[in-house]
């Protein structure tokens, strides 16, 4: 069990997060943070992301969504199981609670919340992302949603502390547009880039410290 590895993260998450100076490792060349791209945003939208933690088979693992390929900005891209802010959610532990039921099946009352990692902001959706860390004793059998997740991966989360699990790639965004040395996680041969891999080095930073 990993018992004293979840007291420890709860502990960091409790006093001061590593925050933005973490987010760094993965930001695009000349991407600034969110808090300095925030100031002059409008009209943006609240939303949260699940990060699941579990013991399985002795080892912390938690879970990433592929989405399934269509026509918008976050086609086939990795991320944690999330999203929008619905008017009838009372907050938005509640909205990551209710977006992981639908999207991978856990029950909404299942997971107990540890705390949060800083929030991000997504220009190109003009979304500001609260991540949320829950853990559950017991992963129960995890339910794809057709229409929102292609594919459920699951990990390790010591994978983010290997030396080599930051890399760099050309991300297409269509149109003729890419753009040149983004940065990455390599988690299961999958890219995770962006906001769900500037959550992953908020981890990695607490992680280190546990």
Known sequence: MHFSKIQGIQSILETELPGEESHSLLLPVNRPYSSEIRKNAEGFRKSAVAIILYEQQNRLESILIQRPKYDGTHSNQIAFPGGKMDGSDPDLEFTARRECMEEVGIPIETPR???????????????????????????????????????????????????????????????????????YFSIRDKVVWGATGMMLSELRAILQKV
Request: glycine share 4%; no cysteine; hydrophobic share 40%.
């Open 113 to 183: 919340l540890i705390g949060r990692l800083t929030d991000i902001y997504i220009p190109v959706s003009k979304f500001i992302v609260a991540p949320h860390i829950f853990h559950v004793e017991r992963l129960p059998k995890l339910i794809p949603d057709a229409r929102e997740v292609d594919s459920i991966i699951q990990f390790d989360i010591e994978e983010v502390l290997r030396e080599d699990v930051i890399q760099s790639t050309t991300i297409d965004f269509g149109q003729g547009f890419h753009q040149k040395n983004v940065p």
